[in-house]
């Protein structure tokens, strides 16, 4: 490897580009080239972005020959440092072909003209319940006649479609090439599991991660809408970032289990949100206590009050509890959220105390 400013020719992308025609096909795959592959190239300084396109199942054989090509790049007078991605290639044609997915994410802050208010739902731990709270805020919004959409930012694990009953499902594209939400309940949602089939193996790397959720954003025909909500994975990485240093975010609400282990994740997550200047809109315990729907006895599974403590120490806004209940995950399962089934019984409430104090913010 060598660096720039040494006296070494500055690394191009022709160069690149005929070290990638002389590469011969991999053993494995046969006739295989990178050259034909090539999805993505930056050349910045010494610093070399190559994105090479990939089919799911060619996804395992081609880790080799990626290591490899990082490494003869690496090697090229006047690089400093090199990156090769495999990205998902574009599955096969839908009904009404979306744009494509998986692209280089493109630098710019994302600009949403008609959306008044973008919330993210975030949580440090993963399974505490964000998708759930997310869809349910999103509907208790729209109860109060609010215009809303939910555009779900877990590119591995997309849960919008299932929780509102619209697997299979696939956007229709508008004559300017953008992908109309869908409908649902009301509100208008996007989901990289409308997009692809949902035994797709997705192999897509951090950049694209980023790429990706930056087209459900910005590719998406969302009008005019009062409030976006996003449901974002689960953890710190970069579709965090991604969002929060592209995507014009309001706010996160952080989503976390009484329990100090989901607490521990919950303070780390609000802590990146302040790092990135994002404002923390506040803390919802999930799975608060458990009141059975016999007697009405609650029972506190998980410690109860942890968030309400946490949210006073880290000098964030507590926005309320949900209860643990079984209606809550049937309804889900069953493709409504239960705001949308029971829009009166307790946890609709629950639901609508919380949206309140967020829009009240
Ligand atoms: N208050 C609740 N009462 C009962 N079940 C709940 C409640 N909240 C969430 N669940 C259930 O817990 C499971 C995980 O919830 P969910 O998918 O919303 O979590 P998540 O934080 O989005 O997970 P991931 O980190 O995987 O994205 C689901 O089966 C959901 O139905
Ligand atoms: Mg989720």
Redesign the pocket.
Known sequence: MSTPGTGAAAANAEAIRRLLADLPSPEALPGWTAAEHVDGLSVAGGRVLLALSAKAEEAAALETVRAGIEAAIAALPGVSQASVVLTAEKPAAPAAPPPRIGQHPTGGRIELPGVARVIAVA?G?????????AANLAMAMAATGLRIGLLDA?IY?P?VPTLFGCEGIRPEATPEGKMRPVASHGIKLISIGFLLPPDAAVIWRGPMVSGAIEQLFRDVDWGTLDVLVV?L??GTGDAQLTMSQKAPLTGAVI?STPQDLALIDAKRAIAMFRKVEVPVLGLVE??SYYECPACGHREHIFAHGGAATAAAELDVPFLGE?????A??EA??AGSPIVATDPDGPQAKAYGAIAEALLAE
């Open positions: 949580s731990k993963g399974g505490v319940g964000k998708s759930t709270t877990d694990g849960s449901d994975p689960p989503v999930n799975m949900i209860p643990l209940t079984l809550i995950r889900s399962d």
